[in-house]
Every structure is written in structure tokens, then in C-alpha cells.
């Protein structure tokens, strides 16, 4: 990535989205019993009933580019999606929430768990717009919980790298980023170029109103080919092998007793006639 000319100049945003299944759906055929898995061995077969979103934490990373416009820096949002034919339809979803630009890589080798090839195809893009200050990703995908793409993506651009922000700002011709982290938040401040990984706490994506909905079914992404970036082909970085959809079975035993006393030494009982209270 190059050199950043910085707010004065406009800052580029791109922000990449992928198409998932809705995890709510596929939940509910898990809970059912109805979740199988495809001929393929690795994905999902739920015909047409689960519908195809944007990845949560995707849609909060343009919320989090929107939040920067917003606060009065001058720049250009710019979404990218990697999928097959039907990935595209996300990105009319980012327009309308307020991105300038949307351009598709379609490749039907997507979703198949290789975050690698997915960053190395993005930033053969990125490099092809040239003038790209700041990426945003969702902090991972809900399909496959990789996680992988944003330091891939930061490595293969020569890029800072911020995991994990709930939020983002431009202060100087820098990024002034807080962290979640499991003791609480941090706040880093990073050079541009820079890449940052969005996490969910950033809070709830603006809904985008029903004129521009309408505007953005009429907008076209761009296309590209992902043999336009690959640069070996048929290269492979993680490969998803076989999913599995495991058995689930329950058992509920109601332990009687007349108090609360009686119940737990009748539980501690069962517990240890089986073993599980280690001695």
C-alpha cells in the first residue's frame, strides 16, 4: 500500500464484506436435526431455505467507515466482496447503507474456508486501486470463524495491522483505535496504511432507509476475475477437508427428594457412582 496522503487529501477506505449463510437460520436446522452436509463433503445443504447475508461483523466494519465519514473526515468508502455469482448482491446492501463504490472479485473456489487465498485475491485489488489508506474487516467470518483474512491481508499489503476495535478514528493523519481485549479496552494509536479488524462491539449498523435501498438495486459492482489476482493458481493456504454435523443427543433425569438438601446428596451420589467427581 502506499503512502497515505492523509484527511486533507481524502482518505480511501476500502471495507471487505463477504456472503454468509444467515447463522440464525442454520442454527435452526442444527436444532431440528435437519443440518446435513452437501455432496461436496464441505459445506452445508440447506436448499434454498437458509437465506445468504452479509457477515455480521463485516456490516459493522462499514458502519465503523461510516462512523468515520461522519465525523466530518473527507473520504471515500470503497466495499469488496470475494464470492461466486450471488456475492455480489451484499454489496447493494453496503451502498445503500452509504459506501461511494462496490467491486466484486467472483470466484467460484469462495467459501470454502481458505482465508489465505481470500486475502492474497484482496490485496492483489487493493494494490490495483492504488490509492487505499485505510481496510476494514469484520473481525472474522460466522461461517467458519477463521479469523484470518485481516492479519493475512495486513502482511500481504506491508500494512499496520489493529485487531479487534470497537471503534476507529482519524486524528493527524493517524488512527486513534480502541481494543476489546478480556481485561477490559485499550486504546492504540496506529500509522496509515493501516489495516483493522472490526469486532462487534462497536454497536449496531445503521439500517439503511428504503429511497436508497431502491438506489442501490439499480447499481452494478464491478467485476473481477479472481484469475486476475491469483498469482498461483490452485494454491492452497487452509483447506476445509470434511464437515461434520455431530450427533447431538440429550438426556434429562429428575432427581427427586424432599428438600434441597436431600436432592444434592442424592446428586452427589449419582456423581460419583459414575466417576466424575475425580477421587
Same mark, same amino acid.
Given at each position: 500500500?502506499?503512502?497515505?496522503?492523509?484527511?486533507?487529501?481524502?482518505?480511501?477506505?476500502?471495507?471487505?464484506?463477504?456472503?454468509?449463510?444467515?447463522?440464525?437460520?442454520?442454527?435452526?436446522?442444527?436444532?431440528?436435526?435437519?443440518?446435513?452436509?452437501?455432496? #461436496? =463433503?464441505?459445506?452445508? #445443504?440447506?436448499?434454498?431455505?437458509?437465506?445468504? !447475508? !452479509?457477515?455480521?461483523?463485516?456490516?459493522?466494519?462499514?458502519?465503523?467507515?461510516?462512523?468515520?465519514?461522519?465525523?466530518?473526515?473527507?473520504?471515500?468508502?470503497?466495499?469488496?466482496?470475494?464470492?461466486?455469482?450471488?456475492?455480489?448482491?451484499?454489496?447493494?446492501?453496503?451502498?445503500?447503507?452509504?459506501?461511494?463504490?462496490?467491486?466484486?472479485?467472483?470466484?467460484?473456489?469462495?467459501?470454502?474456508?481458505?482465508?489465505?487465498?481470500?486475502?492474497?485475491?484482496?490485496?492483489?485489488?487493493?494494490?490495483?486501486?492504488?490509492?487505499?489508506?485505510?481496510?476494514?474487516?469484520?473481525?472474522?467470518?460466522?461461517?467458519?470463524?477463521?479469523?484470518?483474512?485481516?492479519?493475512? $491481508?495486513?502482511?500481504?499489503?506491508?500494512?499496520? $495491522?489493529?485487531?479487534?476495535?470497537?471503534?476507529?478514528?482519524?486524528?493527524?493523519?493517524? $488512527?486513534?483505535?480502541?481494543?476489546?481485549?478480556?481485561?477490559?479496552?485499550?486504546?492504540?494509536?496506529?500509522?496509515?496504511?493501516?489495516?483493522?479488524? !472490526?469486532?462487534?462491539?462497536?454497536?449496531?449498523?445503521?439500517?439503511?432507509?428504503?429511497?436508497?435501498?431502491?438506489?442501490?438495486?439499480?447499481?452494478?459492482?464491478?467485476?473481477?476475475?479472481?484469475?486476475?489476482?491469483?498469482?498461483?493458481?490452485?494454491?492452497?493456504?487452509?483447506?476445509?477437508?470434511?464437515? !461434520?454435523?455431530?450427533?447431538?443427543? =440429550?438426556?434429562?433425569?429428575?432427581?427427586? =427428594?424432599?428438600?434441597?438438601?436431600?436432592?444434592?446428596?442424592?446428586?452427589?451420589?449419582?456423581?460419583?457412582?459414575?466417576?466424575?467427581?475425580?477421587?
Amino acid at each position: 500500500m502506499p503512502a497515505p496522503d492523509g484527511p486533507e487529501g481524502g482518505l480511501h477506505i476500502v471495507v471487505c464484506a463477504k456472503q454468509v449463510l444467515d447463522p440464525d437460520g442454520v442454527n435452526s436446522f442444527a436444532f431440528w436435526g435437519r443440518l446435513q452436509v452437501g455432496a #461436496d =463433503g464441505r459445506s452445508f #445443504d440447506t436448499g434454498e431455505m437458509v437465506p445468504r !447475508i !452479509i457477515n455480521a461483523y463485516d456490516e459493522q466494519a462499514v458502519e465503523a467507515a461510516l462512523r468515520i465519514r461522519d465525523a466530518g473526515v473527507d473520504c471515500r468508502i470503497t466495499v469488496v466482496t470475494v464470492g461466486d455469482e450471488e456475492a455480489g448482491a451484499i454489496l447493494k446492501r453496503c451502498v445503500a447503507m452509504g459506501a461511494d463504490d462496490a467491486v466484486q472479485i467472483v470466484d467460484a473456489a469462495a467459501g470454502l474456508g481458505d482465508g489465505f487465498r481470500t486475502a492474497r485475491l484482496l490485496a492483489g485489488l487493493i494494490e490495483e486501486l492504488g490509492d487505499v489508506d485505510l481496510v476494514l474487516c469484520g473481525r472474522q467470518g460466522s461461517d467458519y470463524d477463521q479469523g484470518t483474512v485481516p492479519a493475512a $491481508l495486513a502482511e500481504r499489503l506491508g500494512a499496520a $495491522l489493529v485487531t479487534m476495535s470497537a471503534g476507529v478514528a482519524v486524528e493527524g493523519g493517524a $488512527l486513534r483505535v480502541v481494543r476489546v481485549t478480556p481485561r477490559g479496552e485499550e486504546v492504540v494509536r496506529a500509522t496509515l496504511p493501516a489495516v483493522v479488524s !472490526i469486532s462487534n462491539e462497536i454497536g449496531t449498523p445503521r439500517y439503511p432507509s428504503s429511497r436508497r435501498m431502491m438506489q442501490a438495486r439499480r447499481q452494478r459492482p464491478e467485476r473481477r476475475e479472481a484469475s486476475d489476482y491469483e498469482s498461483a493458481p490452485g494454491a492452497v493456504g487452509v483447506e476445509v477437508t470434511r464437515l !461434520i454435523v455431530p450427533d447431538v443427543q =440429550g438426556h434429562c433425569e429428575i432427581i427427586e =427428594g424432599g428438600s434441597a438438601a436431600e436432592k444434592a446428596e442424592r446428586l452427589m451420589a449419582q456423581l460419583d457412582d459414575r466417576g466424575l467427581l475425580g477421587g
